[in-house]
């Protein structure tokens, strides 16, 4: 089906053409025709689906042939849980805007508030933010809502997750009642469930079936190792395989430091990506990142939702993440839109709880390699799937720094820029970036992985 079948007009169409895009992805060819009747839609949908077009294109549609001209109105509002998500949101309106007359802009904490009120005193048409920044600039009445159409929630259950509800319902609260709805959600958990049933109204619902719950144009392979062999196996494979390009998943930002370290020891350049780096210092590495200036970005959870970067053939977990969800978004990031990758993880016997969720929400085990040179000394069992060990092997020391620092609400996850002490009343930082799911709360399995048109 071409993208013209789904109504769509011709100055967003010349768009997408430009894009290289040529058919509309599962979710946009049912999401499209949903929002474009007005309807209320909850969608169960991860970041490499096109989620994001599922959303903005309609809503192009609906506001492009007004413009905003009233002070600080906005007409569309899309809240993200991270930063990171919400300029990648901006430049997908922008890219898909570029031939209509529609403003928008990017809102989110850690940086100054000025220029973002300036951007907004003529109006914008469509506003995409963070919760917390959204309701300061609200509170400070530098935003107004009396004219919102449309509002978005893009990853719902992450913004549950970082403990965003209590700022959403004080948006909410304040949006005029007669609007569309929209909510896209990698899982539709409880809480998910309830936050649709007080925010949405007679909504359609949307879930992409695919057999499994990862791209099929992914390769996911294992290598057990021990864990003070990880570096020396990650160097190792950078040099003997040649890698031109790898992003790194770690636990810790500490961790990140220390990996980076022992890299760049063995000759090999590569920088760390979380939140207790600078906003400006995070945008530059990804930057150089996504233009292939840098090869290797060592991150911490952070990263995983929502970056976007075109042909990222490989991704590689230097330590499992706690949950299985998270494995599937950080994988990914590659293999996006059809193309090949790479998912590498590197697992140690203190990586076995975590191996064993994964792999049962995968339904198959991951195939199993051996490097020569890094036979374990602790061997990792092969999981049975379906049963998950209880909690005693996870994580050794990393598993107790990242229960601590869950205790702390959302150290560094209100979607603020560098660690803005709205985020983290206790003023510290937390060395972690992502805060922990309550356990039990994730994955019906949402199947979301479909192919489509090159
Ligand atoms: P998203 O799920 O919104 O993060 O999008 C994942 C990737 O798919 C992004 O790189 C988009 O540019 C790309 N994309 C979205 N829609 C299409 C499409 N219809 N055809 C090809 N690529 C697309």
Redo the contacts with the bound molecule.
């Keep these: 089906m071409p993208f013209s079948a789904l109504g769509l007009s011709g100055p967003i169409l010349k768009a997408l053409a430009e ?1 290289g ?1 040529t ?3 599962p979710i ?1 060819a049912r999401a499209i025709p949903m929002i474009m009747a007005g309807k209320d839609l909850i969608a169960a949908a991860q ?7 599922s959303f903005v294109l309609p809503i192009l549609e609906k506001l492009k042939d007004g413009r905003t001209e009233q002070a600080k109105r906005i007409r569309a509002l899309i809240l993200t849980p991270t930063r990171e998500l919400a300029v990648q949101v901006e430049k997908s309106i922008a890219q898909y805007s570029m031939h209509l007359s529609l403003s928008s802009m990017a809102m989110y904490g850690g940086v100054d508030l000025e220029p973002q009120k300036q951007g907004l005193i003529e109006g914008v048409d469509i506003l995409v933010a963070t919760p917390g920044r959204l309701l300061d600039m609200a509170n400070q009445r530098a935003v107004l809502f009396d004219e919102v159409e449309v509002l978005v929630l893009d990853e719902a259950d992450r913004m549950l997750d970082m403990g965003f509800i209590g700022d959403i319902n004080k948006i909410i609260e304040r949006l005029p009642r007669q609007r569309q709805n929209l909510l896209f959600s990698a899982t539709l958990s409880e809480d998910v469930r309830f936050l649709v049933k007080t925010t949405l109204y007679d909504a359609v619902e949307i879930t992409i079936a695919a057999d499994t719950p990862t791209s099929p144009e992914i390769d996911q392979c294992l290598i057990t190792v021990d864990k003070d062999m990880k570096s020396a196996l990650l160097s190792h494979l950078i040099k003997e395989d040649q890698w031109d390009q790898a992003l790194i998943f770690i636990q810790t930002k500490h961790g990140a430091a220390k990996l980076v370290g022992q890299l760049e020891k063995r000759g090999i350049k590569a920088e760390a990506f979380h939140s207790g780096r600078s906003q400006a210092s995070r945008m530059k590495v990804l930057a150089d990142f996504k233009s292939g200036d840098l090869s290797f970005l060592v991150a911490t959870g952070i990263a995983s939702r929502g970056i ?1 970067i ?1 042909e990222l053939t490989r991704v590689v977990n230097y330590d499992l993440p706690d949950e299985a969800d998270d494995y599937i978004h950080r994988i990914g990031r590659t293999g ?2 059809g193309a090949s990758g790479e998912a590498i993880s590197f697992v140690s016997l203190n990586d076995f709880r975590n191996l064993c969720a994964i792999e049962s929400r995968l339904g198959h085990i991951i195939i199993r390699k051996e490097i020569e040179g890094f036979a374990v000394r602790k061997l990792v069992p092969v999981s049975i799937l379906d049963y998950v060990p209880k909690n005693r092997n996870s994580s050794s020391g990393d598993g107790q720094d990242t229960r601590r620092a869950q205790g702390k609400k959302n150290s560094a996850s209100k979607g603020q820029r560098k660690t803005s002490s709205r985020s983290n009343k206790s003023g510290k930082t937390g060395n972690y970036d992502e805060p922990k799911k309550p356990s039990g709360g994730s994955s019906s399995k949402s199947n979301i992985w479909g192919k ?1 048109g090159a």
């Design positions: 894009q895009y058919a509309p992805t946009q970041t490499g689906t096109g989620k994001t077009a976007d075109d996006r839109a489509w």
